[in-house]
């Protein structure tokens, strides 16, 4: 990796960065957390979520709006201008949470609902708890910290900043609620006036990330026939579908490994799991299924196309069968969100990794390998060069239990979050506190 770009701040911006610095507020930014984890605000149904931050943004004198999708959910978009002759920047997270919070998400999210899983805030110290109150609800309140310590700090910037949290971040899709996930709020955004210069996405790991990758969803169809518990083995004309499916899966599981490292590259590491298995009635245990489903997600290198990971997975399904004559398999791509890239000379990549190296104290080193979907590949796919930072995730120490593995996402540090805070606002300063014709 090529050493980060020097370019000095002036005297006045270094006075703006320290005063900006002074206001940011720990304490209002766990409260604000603590009060938008307590809204419930699974995909697809935002709008509680969105319109109480619409109005905690308008209080705090960043003129917002709420920007609705359909009766029950939609987005926030709000802009403090500038002086006219500098860049847009926009700062971006999703307000949705990946769970439903209730009794649906057992046992397949784990086997009770956990403190980080339940759709209501808890505090203990200087922890918030509460189903996504790390993931997507920390990057809410850190980005709206960051500009609320801007307004107060009474610094003028030449260019404007927008900020905005959208519905629809996680990677999933929703069909009782019009087909939510997979970017859909952020591209709502995006195509009715939202047009920053650059954007910074707030999401979990500290590095500073110049792209992302999409992912890829398919479904394998195992044929057999229709059995019955009481007929012997070797019968003619009856197939199990479930027995062949789990050789299938043995062998897919193989694949997935060696397709991530064929596909590794840049920073980005596109792993794959198998994440769904149906097959039969549970009701009806007497009478083994005609078929078995198998669900997994891989993910795409951004110089890589959907079209062509298809491709790889259709030669993997075509050796199969030659191998396996005697098992019917059908299968199909049901999902894909192509990977995003910013070339990472670009300004915003070299101002968050000075930005970075200013907080941390250090030069900036090669990243971890990244294979979290986010919607900054959209951002980027539609042409705004965009920087991902973080904080480091998850949280380690919990004096409270949480579920093991990823959970509800719902365990936050808030002291975590304020060297990130830091780095964004150096960005923003370096950023919009120069003409456009310099940055752009």
Request: hydrophobic share 40%; net charge negative; proline share 8%.
């Amino acid at each position: 990796m090529k050493p980060t770009t020097p370019m000095p701040i002036s005297a006045e911006m270094e006075r703006a960065y320290e005063a900006c610095c002074k206001c940011l507020d720990a304490a209002r930014l766990k409260t604000l957390l603590r009060d938008l984890t307590d809204i419930h605000s699974p995909t697809g149904a935002t709008r509680a979520a969105s319109e109480f931050m619409v109005e905690h943004l308008n209080q705090m004198g960043l003129p917002s709006k709420y920007m609705g999708m359909n009766d029950i959910s939609g987005n926030v978009l709000g802009e403090l201008k500038g002086g006219g002759a500098g860049a847009t920047l926009l700062l971006y997270a999703p307000i949705d949470t990946h769970l439903e919070g209730d009794d649906s998400d057992l046992p397949w999210a784990g086997p009770r609902q956990e403190i980080d899983m339940r759709p209501e805030a808890k505090i203990v110290d200087d922890w918030v708890y509460g189903l996504g109150s790390s993931n997507p609800k920390a990057m809410v309140a850190t980005l709206t910290e960051v500009a609320n310590a801007v307004i107060d700090s009474g610094i003028e910037l030449k260019g404007n900043l927008n900020i905005a949290f959208a519905d629809g971040g996680m990677p999933v899709n929703v069909p009782s609620r019009d087909n939510a996930g997979m970017s859909n709020g952020i591209e709502h955004l995006l195509n009715r006036g939202l047009a920053p210069d650059f954007c910074i996405i707030m999401k979990p790991w500290i590095w500073v990330y110049h792209e992302e990758p999409g992912m890829g969803w398919f479904k394998i169809t195992v044929h057999g026939t229709l059995g019955y518990a009481g007929v012997p083995r070797g019968t003619p004309g009856f197939r199990s579908s479930i027995v062949p499916a789990a050789e299938l899966i043995s062998a897919l599981e193989s694949w997935l490994q060696e397709y991530t490292d064929r596909n590794t590259s840049g920073v980005v590491r596109p792993d794959g799991w198998i994440s769904a298995l149906r097959s039969g009635w549970p009701d009806r245990p007497a009478f083994p299924s005609a078929a078995t489903q198998i669900f997994f997600d891989v993910r795409i290198n951004p110089r890589t196309s959907p079209a062509e990971v298809k491709a790889q997975f259709g030669e993997f399904m075509k050796g199969f069968c030659l191998e396996n004559p005697d098992i019917e398999i059908d299968w199909e791509m049901y999902g894909s969100v192509p990977g995003g890239t910013t070339d990472p000379d670009n300004w915003i990549i070299q101002s968050a990794r000075r930005g970075w190296e200013r907080v941390e104290e250090k030069e900036y080193s090669d990243p971890d390998l990244l294979g979290g979907q986010t919607d900054g590949a959209a951002i980027r796919r539609l042409g705004i060069p965009t920087a991902r930072l973080g904080w480091p995730w998850p949280a380690e120490n919990s004096p409270e239990r949480v579920a093991e593995g990823l959970g509800g996402m719902g365990a936050t540090y808030v002291p975590d979050l304020m060297p990130c805070a830091r780095k964004i606002l150096y960005a923003l300063i370096d950023t919009l506190m120069r003409d456009r014709h310099e940055v752009v």
